[in-house]
């Protein structure tokens, strides 16, 4: 089966997520100007959701997204090796290294998104470590355990194979004679990491992964999750930070002193507000498929669609505490994995003094014109639409609240089938 899931969410004045320059992120739409929130923002603060941690358990015991791999292994050989060197340990974290060709870290990296995709978008370049290192110099997606699974493979090869380990944590500085010797041994070292590696959590299935290593394996995103871009054209407006001395009233010696605040920040704050439009989809086959376990993937199905409407993106929420929740939430269940984006609905941007209303006249009228024409004849439509967005799509069975939503879409889903 497969889910799609349209949003229109209002976000009072915020900056959910900053560019390189501390503006919220925007981008060019139909000729004018767009708020925009990226994809893997949206994504990490999906998998990092309560409804995920309460259906998956927390997401630092579930999955990590790190460059400390080696640190992790060489950790947990310590537990397990209580006598390993330094030295040894500082090979088996070259080696691990070496495995993973480094990735340039993009400028406009924010500490509240993560902005090296966690599927097919993490930038490269040729260069690796040579020396002993922590880190593998690109960020590796993976469930912690996979740190103990090939620490334990990397004893293993100590205790009964002592050249073939030291060939493989020597690397470059082996002698090509022994890498020949060992080329057997070594492959099928390596492949039982890779296979360790193949068992997947859910937010590995949902949002994919992708490495430059032969020790991990690539992993084809189930669920696809678009930039979110605001309907309308946007204004970045600033502000700036003040903040006044209790005390100055009192200890000020004189008039002028006690006038002002007593702290003027020199750099602005900037912020937008905007009515979003939100996309995501899932294939519900390829999540069952990566997870090799129905009943989850129906599950995360349902979590989804809770979490891409409960969560917000943290940049900036102590200033400004921008918390909104969609007013229009559209989900589609079909049989045909055919992704229809409804973003062309607000290509002309819409107008008006309540944009949210415009927002959900614009969408009706593109679901049931142009994506009319395209859509797959077998499609279920549920359709929370309050408010000002309140709107009838044709097709479209009406719900009340988020808990009625999510259960009749996986009332949708086959039970014990084929999904």
Request: with cysteine.
């Amino acid at each position: 089966m497969f889910i799609q899931i349209h949003m229109l969410q209002s976000v009072p004045p915020g900056n959910l997520n900053r560019d390189d320059t501390g503006q919220p992120k925007k981008c060019i739409f139909g000729g004018v100007t767009r708020g925009r929130i990226s994809s893997q923002c949206l994504k990490r603060h999906i998998r990092h959701s309560l409804q995920f941690k309460e259906a998956f358990g927390d997401p630092l015991d579930r999955t990590v997204r790190t460059t400390y791999l080696p640190r992790m292994v060489a950790d947990e050989l310590k537990k397990i090796k209580p006598e390993i060197s330094e030295e040894e340990l500082n090979k088996i974290k070259a080696a691990l290294a070496s495995k993973f060709i480094k990735a340039e870290k993009s400028k406009g990296e924010s500490d509240e998104e993560g902005e090296n995709n966690e599927n097919q978008e993490q930038p490269q370049s040729k260069s690796a470590p040579t020396d002993a290192t922590d880190q593998t110099g690109q960020l590796v997606f993976f469930p912690p355990p996979f740190a103990k699974e090939i620490a334990l493979l990397v004893s293993n090869l100590m205790d009964t194979k002592r050249e073939v380990f030291q060939v493989w944590a020597d690397g470059k500085k082996s002698k090509k004679k022994e890498k020949d010797q060992y080329k057997n041994d070594l492959k099928k070292f390596e492949g039982e990491i890779f296979k360790k590696s193949e068992k997947l959590t859910v937010d590995i299935g949902l949002f994919g992964r992708m490495t430059t290593s032969d020790l991990v394996v690539n992993v084809e995103a189930a669920c696809q999750v678009a930039h979110a871009i605001s309907t309308h054209e946007v204004i970045i407006e600033s502000d700036y930070f003040t903040a006044m001395d209790d005390k100055k009233e009192e200890f000020a010696s004189t008039q002028t002193e006690r006038a002002g605040a007593a702290f003027l920040s020199s750099d602005a704050t900037y912020f937008n507000s905007a009515v979003y439009y939100k996309y995501f989809n899932l294939d519900v086959a390829a999540l069952k498929e990566h997870l090799k376990d129905e009943s989850v993937a129906q599950a995360a199905a349902g979590v989804l669609v809770r979490a891409a409407a409960g969560v917000n993106p943290t940049g900036k929420q102590n200033s400004f505490a921008a918390h909104g929740v969609p007013e229009l939430i559209l989900v589609e269940v079909s049989k045909a994995k055919h992704p229809i984006s409804y973003a062309n609905a607000f290509l002309k941007p819409v107008n008006g003094s309540d944009f949210m209303a415009e927002s959900a006249k614009a969408l009706n009228d593109y679901v049931n014109t142009v994506a009319k024409a395209f859509v797959p004849k077998e499609m279920d439509r549920v359709l929370l639409a309050v408010g000002s967005a309140s709107v009838i799509i044709e097709g479209a069975e009406r719900v009340d609240t988020i808990d009625a939503l999510v259960n009749l879409v996986i009332g949708l889903l086959p039970q014990g089938g084929s999904v």
